[in-house]
């Protein structure tokens, strides 16, 4: 038995950090909870039956994530710690709350979204190559400055890229989602306007779920629909984006692209998306961050907390609210 041992105790919690490094948990002893750390290993820390509270290992991929749910027979909730829940939601058992990690990445998903673009426009891929082969590639590139930036995804991270658009004097930021609403920032247009958006826009920005209504949305049509020499930046899911329609329109040199996710994903050798032309591939990094760690481990005391004294859960995406 240790520390976070309660003899006849209610319900076990699983982490995937060690307890001792999370401040503000809920006393183990005096809630009915004991902690236990599993980060994905082959053997469970525990009797998966016993877990109510499972927070899911992060970037473990779907197979380890959901391998005790079918024995976790007292589970409640799930929380994850990623932002989208599509590789885990089927396997979520009825009547059990699944949560998500809304606050944890928007910070360092933006960052990246905001590099990317930056990368892009400025040719920094092209200063590497010209760094090793020690080339001095001077001339003009393309500034953001000026520029039309339509965000498709005005969830927590399209409004986290939009503060971090604000310094950058762009001409315009336009702002879509799934349906068209008035905020505080401005209007929210519908995806229903996009090929009406589309062609207005110099860079598009992908910051969508992974939903049944958002698989493949950016096909040949939508694509088809960007102006001439627009950037592409997908920080969203990979199948968000049909990726034949879109090695058709960099190979032919008409737009260009700067993405953190792909389909397939880990993107394999030898696939043509590594040698297109006018692509900057980053490999899945937007939430991984030195922010990830502070962040993901006060969702979980917060969450916790909450859970402890009955109280409402905050980011439930399905299941019992």
């Given at each position: 038995m240790?520390?976070?041992?309660?003899?006849?105790?209610?319900?076990?919690?699983w982490?995937p950090?060690?307890?001792?490094?999370?401040?503000?948990?809920?006393?183990?002893w005096?809630?009915?909870?004991?902690?236990?750390?599993?980060?994905?290993?082959?053997?469970?820390?525990?009797?998966?039956?016993?877990?109510?509270?499972?927070?899911?290992?992060?970037?473990?991929?779907?197979?380890?994530?959901?391998r005790?749910?079918?024995?976790?027979?007292?589970?409640r909730?799930?929380?994850?710690?990623?932002a989208?829940?599509?590789?885990?939601?089927?396997?979520?058992?009825?009547g059990?709350?699944l949560?998500?990690?809304?606050?944890?990445?928007?910070?360092?998903?933006?960052?990246?979204a905001?590099?990317?673009?930056l990368?892009?426009?400025?040719?920094?891929?092209?200063?590497?190559?010209?760094?090793r082969?020690?080339?001095?590639?001077?001339?003009?590139?393309?500034?953001?400055?000026?520029?039309s930036?339509?965000?498709?995804?005005?969830g927590?991270?399209?409004?986290?890229v939009?503060?971090?658009?604000?310094?950058?004097?762009?001409a315009?930021?336009?702002?879509?989602?799934r349906s068209a609403?008035?905020?505080?920032r401005?209007?929210?247009?519908?995806?229903?306007?996009?090929p009406?958006?589309?062609?207005?826009?110099?860079?598009?920005?992908?910051s969508?779920?992974?939903?049944?209504?958002?698989?493949?949305?950016?096909?040949?049509?939508?694509?088809?629909?960007?102006?001439?020499?627009?950037?592409?930046?997908?920080?969203?899911?990979?199948?968000?984006?049909?990726?034949?329609?879109?090695?058709?329109?960099?190979?032919?040199?008409?737009?260009?692209?700067?993405?953190?996710?792909?389909?397939?994903?880990?993107?394999?050798?030898?696939?043509?998306?590594?040698?297109?032309?006018?692509?900057?591939?980053?490999?899945?990094?937007?939430?991984?961050?030195?922010?990830?760690?502070?962040?993901a481990?006060?969702?979980?005391?917060?969450?916790?907390?909450?859970?402890?004294?009955?109280?409402?859960?905050?980011?439930v995406?399905?299941?019992?609210?």
């Amino acid at each position: 038995m240790n520390a976070y041992d309660i003899p006849h105790r209610p319900a076990d919690v699983w982490l995937p950090f060690d307890p001792a490094g999370i401040d503000g948990l809920p006393d183990p002893w005096a809630h009915g909870l004991a902690y236990r750390v599993w980060d994905g290993e082959e053997e469970f820390p525990a009797d998966p039956a016993d877990c109510a509270f499972y927070v899911v290992p992060y970037m473990k991929g779907t197979a380890v994530s959901l391998r005790p749910v079918g024995q976790m027979t007292s589970l409640r909730v799930m929380q994850t710690l990623t932002a989208g829940v599509d590789d885990v939601r089927a396997g979520v058992p009825r009547g059990v709350r699944l949560c998500n990690a809304r606050g944890v990445h928007e910070a360092s998903t933006a960052e990246l979204a905001l590099t990317l673009v930056l990368a892009s426009l400025r040719g920094i891929p092209r200063f590497v190559e010209g760094q090793r082969r020690q080339e001095w590639r001077s001339g003009f590139y393309p500034a953001l400055a000026d520029k039309s930036v339509l965000i498709v995804g005005h969830g927590s991270v399209g409004a986290a890229v939009e503060d971090r658009l604000a310094p950058f004097e762009c001409a315009r930021v336009v702002r879509v989602a799934r349906s068209a609403r008035t905020t505080e920032r401005g209007d929210v247009h519908a995806f229903t306007e996009l090929p009406r958006l589309l062609p207005q826009a110099d860079v598009v920005i992908l910051s969508v779920p992974l939903t049944e209504d958002t698989a493949g949305l950016v096909d040949a049509a939508f694509l088809g629909r960007m102006r001439d020499g627009a950037l592409l930046v997908n920080v969203a899911r990979g199948p968000v984006v049909d990726t034949g329609a879109l090695l058709a329109e960099l190979a032919s040199g008409r737009l260009r692209a700067a993405l953190d996710v792909t389909d397939p994903e880990p993107l394999p050798a030898g696939h043509p998306l590594w040698d297109a032309p006018n692509t900057l591939i980053s490999p899945h990094v937007g939430g991984s961050s030195s922010a990830f760690l502070p962040r993901a481990k006060r969702l979980i005391a917060r969450q916790l907390s909450r859970f402890a004294a009955g109280e409402a859960l905050d980011n439930v995406v399905a299941g019992p609210r």
